[in-house]
T-cell receptor, first 110, second 110 residues
Framework: DGGITQSPKYLFRKEGQNVTLSCEQN?????MYWYRQDPGQGLRLIYY???????QKGDIAEGYSVSREKKESFPLTVTSAQKNPTAFYLC?????????FGQGTRLTVV | EDQVTQSPEALRLQEGESSSLNCSYT??????LFWYRQDPGKGPEFLFT???AGEEKEKERLKATLTKKESFLHITAPKPEDSATYLC???????????FGKGTSLLVTP
């Protein structure tokens, strides 16, 4: 089955806890992205990576961290510094003329 | 800075009632305009990429068109299963990631 796999689908975080969201792709795309989606706000860019071992901050990177050790993987860590982490997180890849999304992870602070 | 504005925010149609969704944009050098469909709780599903004014693409009941300032997503004879949020995004010369509008929520009633 090809595409982008995000896991878990649902994630609950306690106050002060770091959590990591997984994003794996088998599309052989170089570019990968993390977006956050909140009701009424559209998709906002957190981080992106154009190649392995390189990544750049997006518009709302504070409180988040990423790594890109393999072409296939781009995990996102939501740290305790992110004060309002409850949201729907989407991973995307881009290759050529198309950009595809995973099915998302819904993170809730409890 | 790239900007994308979608209108209307919400649209309700009767089954078979054709209409159009609008995506207005400002961008420094358009490298691509993207349309997506998003169902509740799911990741966006890629529909089209348009690159230059005058370009048109079709898929089933959907047709996307592009001018130098806006794109339209025309929905012909919609069915209830076309109900979803439709997202527009642009990729410009100044950025490496897609910049999204807030979307249009479409409801098609029988």
């Amino acid at each position: 089955d090809g595409g982008i796999t995000q896991s878990p689908k649902y994630l609950f975080r306690k106050e002060g806890q770091n959590v990591t969201l997984s994003c794996e792709q088998n599309l052989n795309h170089d570019a990968m992205y993390w977006y956050r989606q909140d009701p009424g706000q559209g998709l906002r860019l957190i981080y992106y990576s154009q190649i392995v071992n390189d990544f750049q901050k997006g518009d709302i990177a504070e409180g988040y961290s990423v790594s890109r050790e393999k072409k296939e993987s781009f995990p996102l860590t939501v740290t305790s510094a992110q004060k309002n982490p409850t949201a729907f997180y989407l991973c995307a890849t881009k290759g050529g003329t198309e950009a595809f999304f995973g099915q998302g992870t819904r993170l809730t602070v409890v | 800075e790239d900007q994308v504005t979608q209108s209307p925010e919400a649209l309700r149609l009767q089954e078979g009632e054709s209409s159009s969704l609008n995506c207005s944009y400002t961008v420094s050098g358009l490298r691509g305009l993207f349309w997506y469909r998003q169902d509740p709780g799911k990741g966006p599903e890629f529909l089209f990429t348009l690159y230059s004014a005058g370009e048109e693409k079709e898929k089933e009941r959907l047709k996307a068109t592009l001018t130098k300032k806006e794109s339209f997503l025309h929905i012909t004879a919609p069915k209830p299963e076309d109900s979803a949020t439709y997202l527009c995004a642009v990729l410009g010369n100044s950025g490496y990631a897609l910049n999204f509008g807030k979307g249009t929520s479409l409801l098609v009633t029988p």
